[in-house]
């Protein structure tokens, strides 16, 4: 687990115990999670073979869309820090040959955005 271990210190870390417990169904044959990430109600999770993005939907955050993409598909990434009168950082995704991100997601302080970029680019990179 080496770079992994290194981030589950990280508030905004969500546990091994409770990716299992809410989203152990979503895992296929010998696929594991390796980190999730929590923002506000939406979760990132890196497995062995895939990023899977939980975006909680609706006031009542009753609907929920479980998107998975796999690593061989992300052509390109980047984060865009946090500036002094920005409160946001930001990532972005780009699935294929599209021309925009496919994913845009804002990250708020409590997140840091480099351990997010820092295991994309392990999965992605190689």
Avoid: C
């Avoid at 594991?32 to 979760?43: A, P, V």
């Avoid at 990434?77 to 950082?89: H, K, M, P």
């Amino acid at each position: 687990m080496g770079i992994f271990s290194a981030i589950l210190g990280n508030a905004s870390s969500v546990s091994q115990e409770d990716l299992i417990k809410k989203y152990g169904q979503l895992l296929t044959d010998n696929e594991q999670f390796e980190i999730g990430f929590k923002l506000i109600r939406d979760t990132f999770i890196f497995t062995n073979k895939r990023l899977i993005l939980v975006d909680v939907q609706g006031i009542t955050g009753s609907k929920t869309e479980y998107k998975s993409i796999a690593y061989k598909s992300i052509t390109r990434f980047s984060v865009e820090t946090a500036g002094t009168f920005d409160l946001d950082a930001e990532l972005k995704i780009w699935v294929s040959s599209e021309q925009q991100p496919s994913i845009v997601k804002q990250f708020n302080k409590s997140v840091n955005v480099y351990d997010v970029q820092k295991v994309l680019a392990h999965h992605v990179l190689g």
